[in-house]
């Protein structure tokens, strides 16, 4: 027996019956994200490692445990990217976009990979829809990209998540709350994990984001940041909620949400759902305001978030369905003489730009017709030879069960002038049925 070759584990096959999920969902994002002066950027897949440490953060889960770093020929590391914010900022400070106007607001959509333990909603490649913003420090701005996330949710059809939102405070103010959470957590080292216990020390803020849940329960009565934010950062929060408020956006204060990211500074948020059990995070992001200038760039504020698309799409799909588009007509050929003619009036058709399919090899006009249902083709058109000689075809209307003869130099007119329709079978796809 021949041994096959599988998928690698965490990496998986998008499907043709499940795409259209996708489809819509990137449709969806475009159109959003444009609407609010989004433009796309594509950086690659396969960055310096360097740039990952240097952002992410050494003592993060991401860089610590879940990198696919590898060095390649010539010894130079590299790694496929967990993330997409730091890669952005690269492109942006590499072309130095500060020069143009227009560019300020970015998102990109694709592949990221972290070697995780894959679950239900944690795999090692997955997809994310990411939008980051340069060089705006603006309160509105914070509140314009929630309330943006929020409008792309519901359109595509997701209205029951939660807002969480959080200030993680900046420079100035963080230091003296490190100094009190580490006070804290030396009293409950005994409790911690030992990750936990290494944290306290390197990076205490990342204990508040361990999923263990001795560790939460350690953390009852830890102190929080919200009390120590200063008054820069206390307004900027305030008016952050007050935007949100003004506009009728529901949120929640979460004091304990740090996100696994070390950049993040003020505002930070995310979008939570109680259906995907422990991977409840849909999407979140933050501001960035010093990692511009930390990876070499300007001294530009940021901020963005990134959406998990496969968590998305699980929640899209539970109990409903999305049908991918059918053939608007199935070509059947009675006889080889007709099946030249059969193959020419199929590509006008297309061109025309119906959506056709062939009945390759042809076969009994019953195995066709059994073919055209399963297909879920709206008509089939039937040539035969006799057919043929009288320079017609026959146009079967499956769903009426009717059919009548159309004269073949009239089938596009013919296919172009029914009900209203407009040929064009993707339309199905953005329908959710
Ligand atoms: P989690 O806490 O669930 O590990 P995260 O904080 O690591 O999420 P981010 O780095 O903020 O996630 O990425 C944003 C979104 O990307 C997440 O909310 C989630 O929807 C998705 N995501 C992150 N890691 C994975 C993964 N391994 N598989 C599938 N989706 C993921
Ligand atoms: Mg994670």
Redesign the pocket.
């Known amino acids: 027996m021949v041994e096959r070759v599988q998928a690698v584990r ?1 990496m998986n096959d998008i499907l043709p019956e499940a795409v259209p999920w996708w489809q819509m969902v990137e449709a969806t994002a475009r159109e959003v994200l444009e609407l609010y002066g989004y433009r796309e950027i594509r950086t690659p897949l396969v960055e310096k490692l360097e740039l990952f440490a240097r952002s992410i953060g050494e003592s993060t ?2 860089v610590e445990k879940e990198m696919y770093a590898f060095a390649d020929r010539k010894g130079q590391w590299l790694a496929l990217r ?2 997409a914010t730091a890669s952005v900022v690269r492109a942006f400070i590499e072309h130095n976009l500060q020069a143009d106007p227009l560019a300020r607001k970015f998102y990109t959509i694709g592949p ?1 990979f ?1 070697h ?1 333990r894959p679950q239900k ?4 490649q ?3 829809i990411d939008a980051e913003v340069f060089g705006i420090d603006d309160p509105l701005l914070d509140a314009e990209l929630m309330v943006m996330l929020c409008d792309f949710l519901e359109r595509i059809g997701l209205a029951d998540v939660a807002l969480h939102i959080n200030s993680l405070g900046c420079p100035a103010c963080r230091p003296s709350f490190r100094e009190d959470l580490k006070r804290f957590l030396h009293h409950r080292a005994p409790s911690l994990c030992p990750d936990c216990d290494r944290r306290r020390h390197v990076n205490p803020l990342r204990v508040f ?1 361990c ?1 263990v849940d001795r560790c939460r329960e350690a953390l009852t009565g830890a102190p929080q940041l919200l009390d120590h934010l200063c008054e820069d950062c206390a307004r900027h929060f305030e008016k952050v909620q007050s935007y949100l408020g003004g506009l009728g956006v529901p949120f929640m204060v979460d004091p304990r949400m740090v ?3 070390d950049y993040y500074m003020r505002t930070t948020f ?2 939570i759902t109680d259906r995907l059990g ?8 933050g501001r960035y305001d010093g990692l511009m200038r930390d990876l070499g760039g300007p001294d530009l504020p940021g901020i963005g ?8 799409i699980l929640l899209l799909q539970q109990g409903r369905s999305l049908q991918g588009p059918a053939p608007e007509v199935f070509m059947a050929v009675l006889g080889e003489k007709a099946v030249s003619e059969a193959f020419r009036t199929a590509q006008a058709l297309r061109r025309s730009g119906l959506g056709v399919e062939m009945a390759y090899g042809g076969g009994s006009l019953k195995s066709q017709m059994r073919r055209a249902d399963k297909l879920a083709a709206a008509y089939v058109v039937i040539l035969g030879e006799e057919e043929l000689q009288r320079g017609v075809a026959v146009v079967r209307n499956m769903k009426e069960k009717s059919q009548k003869e159309v004269p073949l130099s009239g089938l596009v007119e013919f296919f172009s002038r029914r009900d209203g329709s407009s040929g064009g079978a993707p339309d199905r796809a953005q329908e959710p049925v």
């Open positions: 965490g889960d991401i967990p993330e990221m972290r995780e909603g944690r795999y090692r997955f997809h994310q984001d999923k996100r696994g990211l995310e979008v422990a991977q409840n995070a849909v999407g979140g992001g978030f990134a959406i998990g698309m496969e968590r998305l």
